[in-house]
């Protein structure tokens, strides 16, 4: 399919999560000509979090651009809420995102970047003075790599305790998402096994609130508890964990809850010649302006923290300064980004999250 040129634009931002929307309203309101693009719908992580799923943060930590989320109880709000919040947002500013129309490749060209995409309805090609990389962290599961993983009743992500009703169920991982899956599934009739590598739960890792609910259950043996067990193999009636003597046993399970972190993906970074650095394989970028090592462009988000993470660091809460960087390199201005002071995100903020 022939590919279609389409007008040029000061700037990119590639992504429609919480960051990149509040970006968008910081670029009209500075009257920024820009073009949004998401590879999925806005808010896409946020999409597939179980149901009914709290924030950790408090609302006020997480709205843009200086709008309110509207609260009836003054409360955490869930996922759902927060994604019509997101598309209130949008309706409310007339925000245009190219959605379903992923950013496949960025090449320099002059003094311009050529964005390629594709969609449904074909291949374009973008030229953007500037380019705002805000796609999140969370692109897919982290797979551990051994046989059975793909098996039918293994899952890499947690939607609805429902499906485990009356059911043997053996989840792997020890950090917020598997603490939460367990208490829920464990109160919708599951039967629920934690086996996590450590030999105890980090309490930087998951939620303040589910922390002594799970600590209670496991002493009450109504969710049972593997400390210092590693999955080796997956069989249809049952997982091979392997203890750090490096004998193994046998463990029963109708369903595998693989709660074993996410990866991102670096591959746009890559091909715009930004240098990825350590481990994490984070994008080299100067805090001050969130420019990245590749003039003009800039990251903004989680994806700031890498593809791998032994511990995020990355949230929405921490990262409305990103935006106030950005707009304010590009514009000299600084945007309004949300009701608490500037100087409160940049304090320093122990790990924590909605999942």
């Keep these: 399919m022939s590919e279609k040129i389409l007008p040029s634009t000061q700037v990119a931002i590639i992504g429609a999560g919480p960051i990149g929307i509040e970006l968008a309203v910081s670029l009209k309101r500075a009257g920024v000509d820009y073009l949004h693009f998401d590879a999925q719908q806005i808010g896409y992580t946020i999409s597939w979090w179980p149901r009914e799923t709290f924030f950790f943060s408090t609302t006020e930590r997480i709205e843009l651009a200086g709008i309110p989320i509207p609260n009836t109880d003054q409360a955490r709000v869930t996922g759902e809420q927060y994604l019509a919040y997101l598309r209130s947002i949008v309706e409310q500013f007339d925000l245009q995102i190219n959605t379903y129309q992923p950013v496949v490749d960025i090449r320099r060209q002059a003094d311009s970047f050529l964005l390629l995409t594709k969609s449904s309805a074909g291949e374009y090609q973008y030229l953007a003075k500037k380019v705002v990389i805000a796609i999140g962290d969370m692109h ?25 009703f009356r059911k043997k169920l053996l989840i792997i991982g020890g950090r917020n998402s598997a603490a939460e899956a367990a208490l829920r599934c464990w109160r919708a009739g599951a039967e629920v096994t934690i086996s996590y590598r450590r030999n105890n739960f980090d309490e930087q890792s998951v939620k303040h609130f589910i922390l002594p609910d799970l600590l209670a259950q496991i002493k009450l043996d109504t969710i049972h508890f593997l400390p210092e067990t590693t999955p080796q193999e997956i069989k249809p009636s049952h997982v091979i964990l392997e203890r750090p003597d490096g004998t193994q046993f046998e463990q029963l399970a109708d369903f595998v809850l693989m709660l074993t972190g996410f990866v991102g993906d670096m591959t746009l970074f890559q091909r715009a010649g930004v240098t990825l650095v350590g481990e994490s394989r984070a994008p080299e970028h100067n805090p001050d302006t969130m420019e990245t090592d590749v003039p003009g462009i800039y990251v903004a988000g989680t994806a700031a923290g890498g593809e791998r993470k032994q511990r995020y660091s990355y949230f929405i809460e921490n990262c409305h300064i990103h935006v106030s960087r950005i707009v304010h390199h590009l514009t000299g201005e600084w945007p309004q980004v949300g009701t608490i002071p500037e100087r409160q995100y940049e304090l320093p903020l122990k790990d924590i999250s909605a999942n």
């Excluded at 059975?148 to 305790?161: I, L, N």
């Design 140 to 164: 897919s599961a982290n797979i551990l790599g051994i046989p059975g993983e793909d098996f039918a009743h293994v899952d890499h992500y947690f939607t609805d305790p429902h499906r485990y």
